[in-house]
């Protein structure tokens, strides 16, 4: 099993910025590859992916994060981090980090990760 905890998140002004971070924990987690991606979720709104890091440790963004974000992650640690910067109101969300051995997609995909935390709160006022 994998268990995935997350921190960070917060009240910023438009143009702050918030590292959240995602501790990933279990005996699955240490002996497979995962992809590991941060998903957000406003009220009212679809949930939508933000970042991932494949298997490979490869990234990709969405068009709303580019330039702005970053997702990275400490080996040692086993800890996934999303730097925000830039913020903006639009940015308000509930923000998941999620782990999947076998999928990777944020599209129709992401209803088949395996893994999520429990989310954690992001603000931005303008």
């Known amino acids: 099993q994998v268990q995935l905890v997350e921190s960070g998140g917060g009240s910023v002004q438009a143009g702050g910025s918030l590292t959240l971070s995602c501790a990933a924990s279990g005996y699955a987690f240490r002996v497979r590859t995962y992809c590991l991606g941060w998903f957000r979720q406003a009220p009212g709104k679809e949930r939508e992916g933000v970042a991932t890091r494949d298997f490979y440790g490869d990234t990709q963004y969405a068009d709303s994060a580019k330039g702005r974000f970053t997702i990275s992650k400490d080996n040692a640690k086993n800890t996934l981090y999303l730097q925000m910067n830039e913020l903006k109101p639009e940015d308000t969300a509930m923000y998941y980090c999620?782990?999947?051995?076998?999928?990777?997609?944020?599209?129709?995909?992401?209803?088949?990760?395996?893994?999520w935390g429990q989310g954690t709160q992001v603000t931005v006022s303008s």
């Open positions: 999620a782990a999947d051995w076998q999928y990777c997609g944020t599209g129709q995909d992401q209803y088949e990760w395996r893994h």
